[in-house]
């Protein structure tokens, strides 16, 4: 597939088709975005990354470069080749919801990245089989020795970036957290855009 660039519009997202072997490179464009990502196989999307089986087969909560996501069938679909960020992306947090903004008190509708995988899917003429827990990149949620969380504003910094390979045939979604009710999206809590680069 040829070489493409977008843009993933702050608090929306996009979805692209992947072919096995092509690079992504998430660009933090300016430096506090949290972008949401999961990555389906192409020829049957119940296949997906998961976080839960990546933990156990990296042995890690925050994998770096040289290391595979796995599906919750266990086999590699997207590995880390380069980031120029600190390298702190999240894996344990799901995707915020009508009912997580609900909880923070929204009193109305609040964009969400569960809405905006579904729409983004939607856009190519598919439908999630689930939301699956997304791979949080430049999210940063560190913890203590007791097991203790926090949501904690971003670590990169303007134009940081993380590529990724594909190792199969994917189609890979991708959300601008619209989080503005706590400062994952820095101390601001202003949403931004990022880009993407696929060759």
Known sequence: MAAQEFTIPARKGRAAPIKAGQHI??????????VDTWAFCGDDLTEFMSMEHSRAAAMKLILGIGDSFVTNRRRPILA?????????????????D?????????????????????????????????????????????????????????????????????????????????????????IDMIPKDAAVEID
């Open 25 to 34: 490179t998430v660009v933090n464009t300016h430096g506090t975005q949290v």
């Open 80 to 96: 880390i080749t380069a980031d120029t960020s600190p390298g702190i992306h999240d894996t344990l947090i799901a995707a915020c």
């Open 98 to 186: 009508a009912e997580r903004y609900e909880l923070l008190g929204a009193q109305d509708y609040h964009d969400n990245c569960t809405d905006n995988l579904t729409a983004a899917l939607a856009d190519l003429g598919l439908e999630k089989p689930e939301t699956p827990s997304p791979l949080n990149l430049f999210m940063n949620i560190p913890w203590t020795d007791a097991g203790g969380l926090s949501f904690e504003p971003t670590a990169s910094k303007a134009g940081d970036r993380i590529t990724l390979r594909a190792e199969c045939n994917c189609v890979i979604v991708f959300s601008c957290c619209p989080q503005d009710m706590i400062p994952i999206n820095g």
